[in-house]
């Protein structure tokens, strides 16, 4: 509601403010053009009467100026200066001295003018409208009249135009609130939705019927981020679920050691059995938590990854002669063609991963077969794999070996690296955390072989905030 | 009493055979579901504990397949304990159903249960007249005065006592009291039963010529 009424009541102010400026200044203009038509057919009319005015009072031939004392007036002349029809006009005349030379009937009190510039000119004094002339010999000529007739029409017409202007403002104002409300509507109904999507089932969505105005385009970036939001949720769900079974295997192993132990009374040696076997399941507890614990600074984007220039084939040998009694215990060919593959990384981490890769391996080949470790350069970049002759992986499972807790069976898989289930996602995680891929082919019966890329050098590029 | 643990965690395979041993059990051991059913089959146990994840195939499967031929009671042993699970292990088949990580001695006083449910038996106390036996506690009491035994031994008394009334072959007692792993030509079995007939009076256990042993049979 609050929206709706703050955005209506922007636009209406605005509209409003608008309307007003242009009726006003519209109303002001037609206002004044009626009044200086109005003025102007007066100052005509002042005009006229003085002219008359001038020509009575010529003086005769031979005649002084001042001897004119009984102007020549017209009866018609007369009646444009009569008062008593209410004609509001009226004259007066001064010799130069200032002397009254004459005035109409009822003329109202006049003084003379003070300006004496020779010729004509208008000006209101008061309620009257007066025309001045001043002739060369000195004498001063006034026509007038009163205007206040006049004035109270202009007032009159003010009042109606401002009227007008008015009721069309507030017929206008109705519209635009209408207008508004329009507008305001879908927003308000998105907005609401959004705010239901947030609080309670994300796996809602923003109905979107027109994609490419504005509002469509806020929509579809809310729904995309309710979906990204809705599938890091599940995900981290997932692995919350999964972490926590986990570690329900250890957890169960030591409990039972233990008790078992203080069940009935045991020989030292049988007592140090127990918890040798203690020992070992919670250092296994423990890999599993170190791992969930990488993974997770992984996935928050803090984990530091020191870039350092590196060869991926010295990397691999140490790794190489790192599993060496494992791959003899098993009998196992160990191929190796390393070729120079630099790159810029963390060593530590690429240790990590092609470890893991060869203890996988290794694990899952039975006696007697080949591992094959390649490292070579890639356009720029470093490429290692490492295949192996083992069962290989079914298609179905192929895209799923990365990630986390996913095992080849159903079961516990007592893999040489601990078994967590979190190899192949710790792999991938460091890999994608240096910018590279990471990926695997496989063949049933025949083997399979993990492949990684890394890109040339760059500048140190930032660790990417979010795992896709 | 015999027990098969069929578990593919080595560790806790290993603890609980040890523990189950101590307790006076026969067990036989198995890693995954084919080596399971196969022994689950082929013997008859008193009682087997099935993990839910297993390789070859899993818990569930195992036991849908044991029902159609075997009555065993079976205890579900498994890390997954959400309702459907649950509901699932049970309707398989399983008697109970017990989550990962477990209380032992809850446990141990499942699989006694289980049994007891398997012999058809309700009540964990037996009176013998002077001896009296109670099958919770695993004791044994003599005139009221309690008598040590050996588990083996008790575990012999405790399957005679269960079926009380019944000659019970020699061969049955080895099927039951001794696991894969013993030698079935050894004596160990006439030297148990001396021993109880030492400890617990000579008439206790009656010796059917030909046939075997019982309690509370003719003579």
New interface residues.
Partial sequence: MKLRYSIRARLLGHIGLLLLVVLAGFGYVAWHRESAARIAEIDRELEKRLNLLIGAYRPEAGQRLREVSQPHLSPRTLELFANEGGDPFYYWVWLGEGLVQGHSNDAPETPMPAQRDKGRSFRMRGDFRELIHVAPSGRCFLVGRDIRSERAAMRADAASLAAFGLGVLLLGLGLAWWIASRVTRPLAKVSRTAKQIADGDLSRRIDVPKPEDELGEVSNVLNETFARLETAFARQKQFTADAS?EL??P???I???A??AL??EQTPAEYREALA?CV??AQRMKTLIDSLLDLARFDAGVEPIQRQPCDLAGLARDCANLVRPLTEAKRLRLDLDLRAAPCHGDSARLSQVITNLLANAIHFTPDSGTIALRTNQDGGGACLSVSDTGPGIAPDQLSRVFERFHRA????A?AASGGTGLGLAICDAIVKAHGGTITVESEIAKGTIFTVHLPPATEPSRFPRSQQ | MRLLIIE?????LR??A??LR??GYAVDTAE?GEEGLYKAQENDYDAVLLDA???KF?GWELLARLRKTKKTPVLMLT??DASADRVRGLDCGADDYVV??????ELLARVRALIRRGAAIAITRMDFGEVVLDTAQRCVWRKGEVVALQPSEYALLEYLALHRGEVVTRTTLYKHLFDENEDTLSNLLDVRVSNLRRKLGQDFIITRRGHGYGIGIEP
């Fill in positions: 079974h329900r295997t957890v169960s192993l409990l039972t050691h008790q078992g069940l009935r076997d070992r399941a069976d159903a079961s516990r007592r | 593919d965690e080595a560790d806790m603890r609980l040890t523990i101590a307790e995954d994840m297993l390789p899993d890390a997954r990962k990580p477990f209380d032992l001695p």
